[in-house]
């Protein structure tokens, strides 16, 4: 059974940067697509990023293009999230999920396309 757990939130200052990891085991990756989501303090939960199977494809929300880059390791069973140029609106619980497809090069940025959870990391950006 796949199992994902997320590392790497904190707290840090606008402007400033983190990575997340989420590492699987139970099963391999490569037969998934991945993806990032996150939820803030009463606000419903949002879909970051995504990344397909083979890692040509990905997907961005609007809030978060050009300031977060998605990557995965398939050889670690591993997916990041680079997060720069922080706003304190990206302040949420950040969940990777793992979603099982035939799709080679797309990804759904949306949670109904998404089987497997992680328990999530808490990102904080505040000065």
């Known amino acids: 059974q796949l199992q994902l757990v997320e590392s790497g939130g904190g707290l840090v200052q606008p402007g400033g940067s983190l990575r997340l990891s989420c590492a699987a085991s139970?099963?391999?990756?490569?037969?998934?697509?991945i993806g990032w989501f996150r939820q803030a303090p009463g606000k419903e939960r949002e879909g970051v990023s995504c990344i397909s199977r083979s890692g040509g494809g990905t997907n961005y929300a609007d809030s978060v293009k050009g300031r977060f880059t998605i990557s995965r390791d398939n050889a670690k069973n591993t997916v990041y999230l680079q997060m720069n140029s922080l706003k304190p609106e990206d302040t949420a619980v950040y969940y990777c999920?793992?979603?099982?497809?035939?799709?080679?090069?797309?990804?759904?940025?949306?949670?109904?396309?998404?089987?497997?959870w992680g328990q999530g990391t808490q990102v904080t950006v505040s000065s």
């Open positions: 139970g099963s391999t990756l490569d037969y998934y697509h």
């Open positions: 999920a793992a979603g099982l497809t035939v799709l080679r090069s797309v990804c759904y940025n949306h949670a109904a396309h998404f089987g497997s």
